[in-house]
């Protein structure tokens, strides 16, 4: 009896406490992401605005008028996102996105429009992008928005270590 538990305690020492390169790296880096971050308001609309442009790249190459639903739902996912589309007839629209389908409806007819960051509350950011539809004549006309509604955990897990 003394020899197998002298046997237990051996192979149990032998075995314990070591962690791969690959596992140890995982748990620093679950490690950091458990840190606090002190962030200013600048900063997280920087941060904001370069996640936006990443996740509207991949939009973009995949379907720029957001008709294959299964595929922009697995880019959200793949970016922690929710993307979805601003229609200037849609009911259901929040107040701000409300205003901004109006502020892209009358750039279209003055030919400007851009990327838009709007926070929402205290926790989300919402990153727009107008898609315009061109006439014959040179004139412009507002078709839809890219919305991506954005955690502000998401993005600030998303900036660079110091």
Same mark, same amino acid.
């Given at each position: 009896?003394?020899?197998?538990?002298?046997?237990?305690?051996?192979?149990?020492?032998?075995?314990?406490?070591?962690?791969?390169?690959?596992?140890?790296?995982?748990?620093?880096?679950?490690?950091?992401?458990?840190?606090?971050?002190?962030?200013?308001?600048?900063?997280?609309?920087?941060?904001?605005?370069?996640?936006?442009?990443? =996740?509207?790249? /991949?939009? $973009?190459?995949?379907?720029?008028?957001?008709? !294959? %639903?299964?595929?922009? *739902? #697995? &880019?959200?996912?793949?970016?922690?996102?929710?993307?979805?589309?601003?229609?200037?007839?849609?009911?259901?629209?929040?107040?701000?996105?409300?205003?901004?389908?109006?502020?892209? =409806?009358?750039? /279209?007819? $003055?030919?400007?429009?851009?990327?838009?960051? !709007? %926070?929402?509350?205290? *926790? #989300? &950011?919402?990153?727009?992008?107008?898609?315009?539809?061109?006439?014959?004549?040179?004139?412009?006309?507002?078709?839809?928005?890219?919305?991506?509604?954005?955690?502000?955990?998401?993005?600030?897990?998303?900036?660079?270590?110091?």
């Amino acid at each position: 009896m003394k020899r197998f538990l002298f046997l237990l305690l051996l192979v149990s020492a032998a075995c314990g406490g070591k962690l791969s390169n690959e596992e140890r790296k995982k748990l620093h880096e679950g490690m950091s992401s458990q840190d606090i971050k002190r962030v200013t308001d600048a900063e997280l609309q920087e941060a904001a605005l370069s996640y936006g442009k990443r =996740v509207l790249e /991949a939009v $973009e190459k995949t379907d720029k008028y957001l008709n !294959q %639903k299964s595929k922009i *739902d #697995s &880019i959200g996912s793949a970016y922690q996102v929710k993307i979805y589309p601003l229609i200037p007839t849609g009911n259901e629209l929040a107040q701000i996105e409300q205003q901004l389908v109006e502020a892209y =409806v009358s750039g /279209a007819q $003055e030919g400007v429009g851009g990327e838009n960051i !709007q %926070k929402i509350g205290t *926790d #989300s &950011i919402l990153f727009t992008k107008p898609v315009f539809r061109e006439h014959p004549d040179g004139s412009q006309e507002f078709t839809h928005a890219i919305a991506i509604k954005m955690a502000v955990k998401t993005i600030v897990l998303s900036m660079p270590q110091p």
